[in-house]
């Protein structure tokens, strides 16, 4: 019973941490509350104004895979507006605040 208890566990582990299938069901106009629900804690946020970005490093890309990808999801106001795999820029800060997300290569 012990070992069917761990083996359990152990999967929720490998497969929970599937950042990248998880991330494709994130979508526009979700609230920070289910982002982090769905997706977990965070391993860092940044702010810019109005804007905040949640940052999730060194993810797995499925549940299969050993690829790791950084992802972040780019709230404003408290709602998604953006998501995906890269790293986030501030757009031109004498002109705004507003938060980018760009792809890596």
């Known amino acids: 019973m012990i070992r069917g208890f761990l083996v359990a566990c152990l999967l929720v582990v490998l497969f929970g941490c599937a950042t990248g299938e998880k991330i494709q069901d994130v979508h526009v106009g979700m609230s920070k509350g289910q982002v982090i629900a769905f997706l977990g804690k965070p391993d860092g946020s940044q702010r810019s104004g109005e804007y905040e970005a949640l940052r999730y490093t060194n993810r797995t890309i499925n549940g299969s895979s050993p690829d790791r990808a950084d992802y972040n999801v780019i709230l404003l106001e408290g709602s998604v507006v953006e998501y995906g795999f890269g790293y986030v820029r501030q ?15």
């Open 91 to 105: 757009r031109d800060p004498t002109v705004n605040n507003r938060l980018i997300l760009v792809p890596s290569r």
